[in-house]
C-alpha cells in the first residue's frame, strides 16, 4: 500500500506545473551563480605573488583595527547599514551623534577624527582605483591602530554605544565583527589553505559547500510552493472525503506524500550538483589530487537536505491545519529573514535556516565550526520529523471530522 502510494504521488508531482516551475528556476539560478572558472584558476600559491587573497582573523589586536577602519568611513560618508528584522534599512546619524562617533573613535585610537580620515585617504591613494584587486587588497590591509593601553574589553564597549547610536543589526555588533575582518593571507598560511584543500576536501567538497551556499537561498522557498500546491490539490478537487474514506491510515497517506515530494525536490539537486562538479573533478586530476567524485551527494545531502525537509514539512503542516496558502507568506518571510539577518557569509550557522558558506575552501576554518554546523542541520533535521508528525496527527482529526478543523470550529 505504501509503496503504490508514494509512486503514485511521484507520477504526480513529474506533471505538476508547479514542479516544472521548481525544476526550470533552480538551474537557472544555480547556473546563473556558478562558474566553472573557478576550477581553471584552481592552483597552488607561488612565493613572491603580490596577492594571496584574504582570511577571517581571529586575532583581537586585528578585529580591533580592522572594525575601527570600518568605523572611520561609516562616519566619514555617514551612512549605516542596519538589519534590524532581517531586511537592509539604512541610517543617518544628526550632527551630534556623528560627533559623538567621532569621540569614541579618538577615545579608541588617540587620535582627532581630522587625522585619521587624512591616514584613511592616504591609505586609499597608495592603490589603484580602477583595479577591483588592488581596491579588495587595499580595503583588507587598512587598519587603524588603537591607542596604547586599550583593552578588547574597552573595545566591545566603545562598540555598545556606536550600536546604541545606529540602532540593532550593524555591523558594529559583536556577533558580526568578531566573524567579519578579514586580513590578507601570507605564503605560507595560503599555501596551508591549499593543501587543506586537496587533503581534507579532495577540491570538490569545498567546491559542494559553495553550490550548497547558494543553492540553501533558493531552496529555502521554492520547495514551500511544492508543499502548498501538494497540500491544497485534494480540496481544489472537492476529492477530499475520497481520500478520507481510504483504507489506507492517515500515517500512510501523509507520509507518503510528504517522502515522494521529497525525492523529487532532491533528484534535480543533486543531478545539478554532479553536473557542475564534473569540471572541478577534471582540474583536480590535472593537480595530481583524487577527487571525491562522492561530493555531490555527501555535501548537498548533510547541507541542503535537513533545508528541504523542514520547508516543506512545515508547508505541509501550515497548509493541512489552515487549508489556506498562509505557509507562502510566513516562510518566504522566514526565508528573507534568514538571508539578510545572516551575521557574516562564511560560517554564521547557529540556527540559521540557511547556512552560508559564500567562498571557495577556507577548509580549515569549516573542519573548526564543524561541530556547530552538524548541530544546526540536526536541529532542522528533527523539526521536519517532528512537522511532519503533527501534521499526520491534523490530518486524522480532520478525516474523523470530515472537513477542516479550522473552519468547523468558526462555524460551530
Not at 533552480?26 to 572558472?37: A, P, R
Not at 567579519?180 to 598560511?189: A, D, F, G, K, N
Not at 518571510?333 to 540556527?351: H, K, N, P, Y
Amino acid at each position: 500500500m505504501f509503496g503504490a502510494l508514494f509512486f503514485k504521488e511521484c507520477k504526480q508531482v513529474l506533471r505538476s506545473l508547479v514542479y516544472l516551475i521548481y525544476v526550470v528556476v533552480f538551474v537557472l539560478f544555480i547556473t546563473g551563480q556558478m562558474s566553472s572558472d573557478s576550477a581553471v584558476r584552481l592552483q597552488a600559491p607561488v612565493p613572491g605573488q603580490s596577492y594571496y587573497g584574504t582570511t577571517v582573523t581571529k586575532d583581537e589586536t586585528l578585529i580591533m583595527e580592522g572594525t575601527l577602519a570600518n568605523l572611520v568611513g561609516d562616519v566619514y560618508h555617514n551612512s549605516w547599514a542596519t538589519y534590524p528584522l532581517g531586511f537592509y534599512k539604512g541610517v543617518t546619524l544628526t550632527d551630534r551623534e556623528t560627533e559623538q562617533a567621532e569621540a569614541i573613535l579618538e577615545r579608541c585610537t588617540g587620535k582627532p577624527f581630522a587625522v585619521l580620515l587624512e591616514e584613511m585617504t592616504g591609505h586609499f591613494g597608495e592603490y589603484d582605483p580602477g583595479s577591483a584587486e588592488e581596491m579588495e587588497a587595499a580595503q583588507t590591509s587598512y587598519r587603524v591602530s588603537v591607542r596604547e593601553g586599550f583593552t578588547y574589553a574597552e573595545f566591545e564597549a566603545a562598540m555598545e554605544e556606536i550600536c546604541d547610536l545606529v540602532g540593532r543589526g550593524s555591523a558594529y555588533e559583536k556577533s558580526k565583527y568578531e566573524y567579519s575582518i578579514r586580513v590578507p593571507m601570507t605564503y605560507e598560511l595560503a599555501k596551508e589553505e591549499f593543501d587543506a584543500l586537496c587533503e581534507k576536501d579532495r577540491v570538490t567538497r569545498a567546491y559542494m559547500r559553495l553550490f550548497c551556499d547558494y543553492a540553501g537561498i533558493v531552496l529555502a522557498i521554492l520547495p514551500i510552493f511544492i508543499g502548498v500546491s501538494r497540500a491544497l490539490r485534494d480540496r481544489r478537487a472537492k476529492a477530499q472525503q475520497v481520500m478520507f474514506s481510504k483504507p489506507a491510515s492517515g500515517a500512510q497517506i501523509i507520509v507518503s506524500r510528504y517522502l515522494a515530494n521529497l525525492v523529487m525536490l532532491c533528484i534535480p539537486v543533486f543531478v545539478t550538483a554532479f553536473l557542475l562538479q564534473q569540471p572541478f573533478c577534471y582540474r583536480a586530476q590535472t593537480l595530481g589530487i583524487r577527487a571525491d567524485g562522492m561530493a555531490f551527494l555527501t555535501v548537498p545531502g548533510v547541507w541542503l537536505l535537513p533545508e528541504i525537509m523542514v520547508v516543506l514539512a512545515l508547508s505541509f503542516l501550515i497548509t493541512e491545519l489552515t487549508d489556506t496558502i498562509l505557509a507562502v507568506f510566513l516562510q518566504v518571510a522566514w526565508a528573507i529573514g534568514s538571508v539578510f539577518g545572516a551575521e557574516v557569509l562564511v560560517g554564521d550557522f547557529r540556527m540559521r535556516l540557511i547556512a552560508r558558506w559564500n567562498t571557495l575552501g577556507q577548509t580549515n576554518l569549516f573542519y573548526s565550526l564543524e561541530k556547530a554546523f552538524l548541530q544546526n542541520r540536526g536541529y532542522y533535521f528533527l523539526l521536519a520529523v517532528v512537522c511532519v508528525i503533527l501534521t499526520v496527527i491534523i490530518y486524522e482529526r480532520k478525516r474523523r471530522k470530515g472537513g477542516s478543523l479550522i473552519w468547523k470550529n468558526t462555524a460551530g
